[in-house]
């Protein structure tokens, strides 16, 4: 139901566009977040978008660098990285969460309903 798009091999300084394509979900119901997991390590929160475009937070990692934005017309959401670094080198995935009154930490994976298959992206010194 989602899938996630736009990985590949980029230098230090470019920039990628990575696309997570959903289907069977009413897209603007889910609040949508990108994870990534690097060799040996734990999948670590980069960012996350909600039903309201204006509430959008990143990690301090990527803040300044990366930004989500989601098309509800298209079921899509995006993830635009610039200024790549080699530590950004990971499996990028995408996740979407229902949104219910209750308050969630959407920075943490186990809050998510459903995930992308993840998209590879390696960027060289």
């Known amino acids: 139901q989602l899938q996630a798009s736009g990985g590949g091999l980029v230098q230090a300084g470019g920039s990628l566009r990575l696309s997570c394509a959903t289907s069977?979900?009413?897209?603007?119901?889910?609040?949508m977040g990108w994870f990534r997991q690097a060799p040996g390590k734990e999948r670590e929160f980069v960012g996350f978008i909600r039903r309201r475009v204006s509430d959008i937070y990143y990690a301090d990692s990527v803040k300044g660098r990366f930004t989500i934005s989601r098309d509800n017309a298209k079921n899509t959401a995006y993830l635009q990285m610039n200024s790549l670094k080699p530590e950004d080198t990971a499996v990028y995935y995408c996740?979407?969460?229902?949104?219910?009154?209750?308050?969630?930490?959407?920075?943490?994976?186990?809050?998510?309903?459903?995930w992308g298959q993840g998209t590879q992206v390696t960027v060289s010194s």
């Open positions: 996740a979407a969460r229902y949104e219910t009154l209750f308050r969630i930490d959407y920075t943490r994976w186990e809050q998510y309903d459903y």
């Open positions: 069977g979900l009413p897209f603007d119901n889910y609040a």
